[in-house]
């Protein structure tokens, strides 16, 4: 029977039947609320170890107002880690604090010491070593009729006798937590600069060399490449998605597998599995990473439709189910059965196999196409086994679906997750998305990565926009997420829908071979080399809970900061949202709470500019044009006297 | 593995460690979200049976938005009951919805109208009687090609093949949540007002007979009585908690035990276990219920001191301990030592054969003195056990500490609590008190009990106060609360506090015998009488999650209704608590969210006084003297047209 109540542990997601999320590098405030009956002083303490096991570490906890209690945590490697919370009643201290309030009543305490004195010989009892006397010396001192009550109490003072009292306590009342486990990652798990590009675009893994240093001059973290593998052949996809696929039609990359392989090969049209290691190294020598695509699914033509038919859908016909929606179809993409009949297990060390692949490939970063059509129990299972061996690996997932199926996938280990950015434009609509993700429990789990754009959603103002609307969704995407992406292209404007029906690009990538000038004088690379610059100058930019909302007057111009004043990184947004007009907004910064004191002035440096002023009560005016729709500032103050 | 997520279920407190709880006879929400990968539709019911055993009963969910799912589930009988959810994929629905899009977009079907067939087999298959031939029949003429494609489709569709459908479903990713349980009590658990009474203030239990009518009459439910048990002797403490004791002196019955018995014992002075019984009977002829104080606590000369000094706290000098808070001391009152080193289920036996005894005697409230200064464990074990034996049983926590502590009480328990309300004075904090009882989580299983006196609390407006301020008070109280409890003499507005420093009542009746003239003419005990009838009279005074605070206009004015004008039953409250002025507030009750169109007439009925009236746009004004603080408005309306 637990003798003190130890509960509400966080971090914690949810019921804590997952482990939480933390990122390495950055304090972990682990809290619990702890009180038991009566009025005994508690002491309380983290033990916290590697799940796999080792040795424990010993945190004290600190007691915060209302029975919460706190310990900090510094968390210096990745890996899953477990800890629990073990409390006490400080039997010594409650005496202590007994017995002053009854000496300085006046009452007599002689009954109090010589219980004092039993304390301190049952710690006494506790230690194997020559300290014991140290406590019993003591024991023997609060005994003392020679000395008055006052010195005798005095004894007990000593900080080497509380330095022992306090390692061996007697805990006949020790509790201990149930066990809660954190997932500790490293940063970019939830930070970076995402550019998605297709290869077969650039002369294939070769030619994709040529533009790496243009990536990454751009100042972009992580490449992501769309399935790399053999593309099928049977009812392959053509241009803008047409059926039949014209002769020369490279198909959709995510038709994954052909007689040439499958999700463990590279399509020959690419290159050779070396030049992937050579991409890969030469990503790594720029600063970056790869990230591969892992899309669970097969074209008609991949290897385990012949050599394991039963991890497919049959039908009465005779013929393996492809994708549908209905009444769309996907006959190129057959899903894979994730509860076949027979073989289960060894379909699901095949998909884990495929991860492994690329890990032993250097690739450490992977894109999850449509995670919310596997099973949970798949990811569950596969995400652990691979965090197991490599801590390192970052997944982020890919599933547009409902918010819970989201947040689950989040809550079952994803490290990041695409969000409704997409979709989000209105000033509304973006403060009220962000508050939830920043500030509601998802802010503990979910790692958000906006994408402006993908391969396949060319949204909202981006359809036939200008750009000052690309610029303006990337700079809000760049800083108020700490993941962020574009598809390539982006830069370009490309801005054509294939229908008013859905979210296609004219002319998608994904069915056909693009063939672009970056060296175009419309190119929004500059700007996206300075947003990126300034994310990587602003740690407090690359976090995302520390977003705050402001008032600007004026519906069209949104304003949030990061971080404090005092912090040292505190940096002001403001966005025009209208592509239409230029739109004026005063930022009453004074009122905000970010610690500027308008009394005095506040230097200020525009970072897409570079230019300075000073802001003076009652704060700025801003002009804001569509052409140049943002403004980051950054602000600092030494404060008078 | 599971294949549905089946989470977040309600009702359920916290991590659901402990039972939720409900009251016979109110609809309980069983809830929970619902979903799994992919696009299947699924189903889901609610498996509720008795903790204890037998059969299960099974109520369908119903889908709400957001992958929310609910059953509804009537309640009739009290006692310990569990539930667990249980949701599927419906192929046959699934298939159906996919089927018709499909022919809609003038798609074949003839693959889909075979596995169609199919599953209707599926479902036959798991039928043994001759019911199965209606779907293997329905199966036959989904294959029958001499009809058309939508003849086919449509031989699904017959409400007999759906019926047996649903009740005999293929469920190969049955998903079963973990088992909940909720503990259904009676009413009273929730609602209720008490009246507490020293009988030896009334001549013992014989003469409690002679005062029962007049507390029947003015509407009380519970008649609550302090410890009726033998008084200790040594140390007792004399009138105005002084020492030594006079020789008259009648003590603290919280002192319990002496030589003529303990916790099953009754005060000689006071009267037999007959005359116990007998008034336990008359009680119940007038409508009312008897609740018992149980303070586990002991006098120096309880039989337990001798017979079991084990469990006691001892002390080096080979006394016991008695009850502290340094600097004070009660010397008349042993704490019990809940972990004694021997004998610990002995003595935990022991206080449960206190409640048994006294349940055989046809006590089934009990209002227990300071839970919080007992084990946690103990609690859970012995209301446990108790509920297990005796479901109609009710537990008071008398736990005035910390907020934690008063949830966790009423977590693991507790049929209903004391609360703050006597300390919450200000339209500020009984508006932020009331919204955190009965909007935040605390409403769902913390049921208030609100005392404004108790004989150890004489506080805020009461010490000194006249009857307008008991009357303001006793109407708090009473419509805030469905639970709510005076302590005797309260009718005769006894307002002198024994000092400054604390909250005791001048010559408290904890020590002495009171004589009181319940004729006199200061009473407001016909007020209190017209109060508990109001109450009665609407049952939507009876609940707490119901209430809604309104504006006033007036800080010193505090309004708030329980119901809707569609419910047919809305009272309105509005509350001078000013008690030194007149206070002025208008009721602008066509802008409060409780369904009133002042468009129209509202007819109002003043429940205080009867007086009734109408109500027209923009709302009432209303004038309320201290002397008659309280309005309690019924409303009623009738659409035009």
């Known amino acids: 029977m637990e003798r003190l109540v130890i509960e509400d542990i966080r971090p914690r997601i949810k019921d804590g039947a997952y482990p939480a999320k933390a990122i390495a590098g950055r304090p972990i405030l682990v809290a619990a609320d702890i009180f038991r009956d009566g009025t005994a002083v508690l002491t309380a303490v983290v033990r916290w170890k590697k799940a796999a096991g080792g040795s424990s570490e010993s945190f004290p906890m600190e007691a915060l107002p209302n029975h919460r209690w706190q310990a900090r945590v510094d968390p210096s490697s990745i890996g899953l880690y477990e800890f629990v919370i073990e409390a006490w009643s400080d039997h010594y201290a409650t005496w202590k604090r007994d017995v002053d309030v009854k000496f300085e009543a006046g009452q007599s305490i002689e009954v109090e010491l010589e219980e004092g004195a039993r304390l301190l010989e049952a710690s006494a009892s506790l230690i194997e070593d020559e300290r014991a006397s140290v406590l019993t010396d003591a024991a023997s001192a609060m005994r003392n009729q ?157 290897p385990w439709v012949k050599e394991h038919p039963e991890w497919f859908h049959h039908r009465p016909d005779g013929t393996i189910k492809f994708a549908e929606n209905p009444p769309k179809k996907y006959q190129d993409i057959y899903p894979i059965n994730f509860w076949p009949e027979t073989n289960r297990e060894g379909l699901w060390e095949a998909c884990k196999e495929i991860l492994d692949f690329w890990i032993s490939h250097g690739v450490r970063i992977f894109r999850v196409d449509n995670p919310h059509t596997k099973p949970l129990a798949f990811w569950i299972w596969v995400l652990g086994a691979v ?197 004026e907004a005063r930022l009453w910064i004074d009122r905000w709470p970010i610690g500027v004191n308008l009394e005095g002035p506040v230097r200020v440096r525009e970072e897409l500019t570079g230019e300075t002023s000073e802001w003076m009560h009652p704060g700025p005016v801003l002009s804001l044009e569509p052409e140049e729709p943002a403004r980051i500032f950054h602000l600092t103050q030494w404060e008078a006297g």
Not at 169 to 186: C, G, H, K, Q, Y
Not at 270 to 292: N, Q
Not at 545 to 550: A, P, S, T, V
Request: charge should be negative; hydrophobic fraction near 35%; charged fraction near 25%.
């Open 387 to 583: 965090f197991d061996e490599h801590p390192d690996v970052v997944f982020l997932a890919e599933a547009f679906t409902h918010p819970k199926m989201m947040a689950k996938l989040a809550e079952i280990g994803y490290s990041q997750s695409y969000t409704y950015f997409t979709w989000r434009v209105t000033k509304q609509d973006l403060t009220d998305y962000l508050t939830e993700l920043a500030q509601g429990p998802l802010g503990e789990y979910m790692r958000p990565n906006f994408w402006p754009n993908t391969p396949d959603i060319l949204s909202g103002p981006l359809r036939y926009g200008g750009p000052g609307v690309f610029k303006m969704r990337l700079a809000l995407a760049a800083t108020m997420s700490p993941a962020y992406g574009i598809y390539g292209g982006y830069e370009l404007c490309e801005n054509e829908p294939a229908r008013d029906t859905d979210e296609e690009y004219l002319n998608s990538e994904k069915y056909e071979i693009k063939d672009r000038n970056w060296d175009s004088e419309g190119s929004i690379a500059p700007y996206i080399t300075r947003v990126n610059a300034i994310r990587r100058g602003h740690p407090s930019l690359l976090e995302l809970r520390n977003i705050i909302f402001h008032d600007s007057g004026n519906p069209n111009v949104i304003a949030y900061s990061k971080g404090h004043i005092h912090s040292g990184d505190l940096v002001v947004v403001a966005v025009n949202l209208n592509p239409a007009g230029v739109e």
């Open 146 to 302: 020679d000395l008055t009550p006052k010195e005798r109490l005095d004894h007990s003072l000593g900080s080497e006798v509380e330095q022992l009292l306090s390692t061996y306590p007697p805990r006949n009342d020790l509790t201990r937590s149930r066990p809660m486990r954190i997932r500790i990652e490293r940063p970019r798990a939830g930070q970076g600069a995402w550019y998605e590009l297709f290869p077969r675009s650039y002369g294939g893994l070769e030619g994709t060399l040529k533009r790496l240093p243009a990536v990454a001059d751009m100042g972009f973290d992580v490449l992501y490449l769309p399935p790399i593998h053999p593309i099928g052949v049977t009812d392959r996809k053509g241009r803008n998605n047409t059926i039949p696929a014209g002769p020369d039609d490279p198909g959709s990359p995510w038709a994954i597998g052909s007689e040439q392989g499958g999700h463990t090969a590279i399509d020959p049209d690419l290159g050779t599995i070396e030049d992937f290691d050579r991409l890969v190294e030469e990503v790594k020598g720029l600063g970056m990473e790869v990230a591969l695509d892992y899309a669970l699914q097969c074209s008609p033509d991949h």
